[in-house]
């Protein structure tokens, strides 16, 4: 049987996100089905910056090596974000907001220390991440970001990413990327970047997907929508979650054959989707690695157990793997 890297060889990259835990314990299993990684959290400002010109990035630069030396690709994840910024990134020293030249300041500061450092090294670049409102009128989803630049601040991160490595490809990012709504707010964005000259070269689909939702039809509308605007689509955080939203239930020990079997089948025309689209579509990256380990396993409800991948916690192949890679 195929690994997945060599099963879709030639239509797609094939991604993993790590940690530091399972950089170091997954290496096998990485190298064996992977050819691109991303840091689930360790690229993240919070991480690399904690402190005001305190970078931290040992763990990073861990993560690129093991990457080189194992002919994979490394995703950077993610430069301007509402989520994960340290705590002194918008306040002055009595804690009140910086100036909006002091915010763009320190913004250019960071993703220039952390995109030059890997200059050539990192193929793709989430630089700004989940800038989209979900529902209601607003484009713009309220943050730090907003109330103290304005909404010209995407257009600042991917200047600055681009200078700091011109043959970076820069994304936009974003969940949800499915919802009809949603879909048409994030390509009147980038939509709206690209008119202006703005350097954004893909739109990042992160497939935080279920058993039932979003519907084959949405996806495929999403991504042919994304693809009129004649940017790479990476597929950059996949995982199919085997509960509803709204089950909340805790007492799940395993999943069931009917879950697993549903979920196979969802696994099969995602992919089939991806390979009708792999002129656009350049990469597909999971969430984690294996069922042993999932950010899911404590969203939405705390302590609760899933199993959201195609290889199961032993790093065997699942009913899903089999139909992928037919
Ligand atoms: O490291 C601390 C640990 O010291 C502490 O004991 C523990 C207690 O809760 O928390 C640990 O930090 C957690 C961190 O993950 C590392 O595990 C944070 O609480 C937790 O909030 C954080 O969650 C991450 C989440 O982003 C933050 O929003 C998830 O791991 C990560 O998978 C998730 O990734 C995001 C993408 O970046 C963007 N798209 C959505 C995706 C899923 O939410």
């Known amino acids: ?14 991604g993993a996100a ?13 190298t064996k089905h992977f050819n691109s990684i991303t ?19 040992e763990v990073a630069d861990k993560m690129i090596q093991f ?6 690709q490394l995703r950077g994840h993610t430069l301007v974000w509402h989520n994960q910024m340290p705590d002194w990134f918008f306040t002055d020293e009595n804690g009140n907001d910086v100036s909006r030249e002091e915010l763009l300041k320190r913004m ?48 600042y991160a991917f200047k600055f990413a681009h200078e700091a490595d011109p043959d970076a490809l820069l994304f936009y990012n974003d969940y949800n990327e499915s919802h009809p709504e949603k879909r048409e ?12 000259g703005v350097p954004i070269h893909g739109v990042g689909l992160q497939a935080h997907w279920n058993l039932y939702d979003p519907s084959y039809e949405n996806i495929e509308a999403a991504i042919k929508r994304y693809s009129e605007l004649g940017l790479q689509l990476h ?21 069931t054959k009917e ?22 579509i350049t990469s597909v990256t999971f969430w984690g690695i294996s069922d042993a380990y999932t950010w899911l396993n404590d969203f939405p409800v705390r302590g609760r157990k899933n199993w959201p991948f195609v290889l199961d916690e032993k790093g065997e192949p699942k009913p899903a793997y089999h139909r992928i890679v037919k």
């Open 185 to 196: 707010k994030i390509y009147q964005l980038v939509k709206g970047l690209l008119d202006r």
């Open 18 to 30: 790590v940690n530091a835990y399972t950089i170091d314990h997954d290496k096998e299993l990485l």
């Open 235 to 255: 597929v950059t955080e996949m995982d199919v979650s085997v509960f509803e939203f709204g089950d909340e239930r805790t007492d799940v020990k395993e999943p």
């Open 108 to 155: 250019k500061d960071h993703i220039t220390a952390v995109v030059s450092r890997y200059k050539g090294r990192i193929h793709a670049w989430d630089v700004v991440n989940e800038a989209v409102e979900d529902r209601g009128e607003e484009m713009l989803r309220k943050s730090k970001w907003i109330d103290i630049i304005g909404e010209d601040f995407i257009d």
């Open 1 to 14: 049987m195929k690994t997945l890297k060599e099963h879709f060889k030639d239509k797609f990259l094939v």
């Open 67 to 72: 990457a080189e030396d194992n002919g994979m």
């Open 39 to 57: 840091a689930e959290n360790e690229m993240k400002p919070e991480h690399m910056q904690p402190e005001p010109n305190k970078f931290t990035f």
């Open 259 to 280: 879950m697993l079997h549903l979920q196979a089948e969802r696994y099969e025309r995602f992919f089939d989707l991806f390979t009708k689209y792999q002129e656009h």
